[in-house]
């Protein structure tokens, strides 16, 4: 176990709504990143936070958005979702930014 | 050319044998790399990683890195059934500073 913990655990969703996903990042940890993995495939960069501001972005859409709190822990948004964005979505927490630590994912269904 | 490359198998290993898995990167100015283990329905398990030409042991597991070459290994020794996963290699890109995954290798332990 990382420490790392994310609600919900399992969502549904229809296509153009929005989602709020969280995570509770590992104690001592200030940096929380985002990916996106779909079946079949590695995790998708989807951005990082560092002490509250983003600094680091893949190529996702701006309907991609997240925020950091000052204890740490992150929310992804995402709006006006697709059929397409029904993944594992995966936070992870870093002491250094580097070597990532995961918590358990999101399974995203979007119909 | 993908950025980081991972045959995608499966790789399947008699119990107890040397199970060898490897990953290409592009960007030829990468420092940093990462294996991690995902069992099927979990999230990914970081296992090692490595930023020195050469070997890392740590007790089952030896990664290797040759940056000449551009290449990563992870070896595992006494291979068990438990050790049956998709192992994804990941790269901290040095053009851009974001960690990229391959899309994972499934090994198969044989008992």
């Known amino acids: 176990e990382t420490g790392v913990t994310q609600s919900p655990t399992h969502l549904i969703k229809t296509r153009g709504q929005q989602v709020t996903l969280r995570c509770s990042s590992q104690?001592?940890?200030?940096?929380v990143s985002w990916y996106q993995q779909a079946l079949g495939q590695g995790p998708q960069f989807i951005f990082q936070y560092y002490r509250e501001e983003e600094n680091g972005r893949g190529n996702f859409p701006p309907r991609f958005s997240g925020l950091q709190f000052p204890n740490y822990s992150s929310e992804l948004n995402v709006n006006a979702l697709e059929l397409d964005d029904s993944a594992l979505y995966l936070c992870?927490?870093?002491?250094?930014?580097?070597?990532?630590?995961f918590g358990p994912g999101t399974r995203l269904t979007v119909t | 050319q993908k950025e980081v490359e991972q045959n995608s198998g499966p790789l399947s290993v008699p119990e107890g044998a040397i199970a060898s898995l490897n990953c290409t990167y592009s960007d030829r100015g990468s420092q940093s790399f990462f294996w991690y283990r995902q069992y099927s329905g979990k999230s990914p398990e970081l296992i090692m990683f490595i930023y020195s030409n050469g070997d890392k042991e740590d007790g089952r597991f030896t990664a290797q890195l040759n940056k000449a070459s551009q290449y990563v290994s992870l070896l595992i020794r006494d291979s068990q059934p438990s050790d049956s996963a998709t192992y994804l290699c990941?790269?901290?890109?040095?053009?851009?500073?974001?960690?990229?995954f391959g899309k994972g290798t499934r090994l198969h332990i044989l008992p």
């Open positions: 990941a790269g901290l890109m040095n053009r851009d500073d974001k960690i990229i």
């Open positions: 992870a927490s870093s002491p250094t930014g580097v070597e990532q630590y």
């Open positions: 104690s001592g940890h200030n940096t």
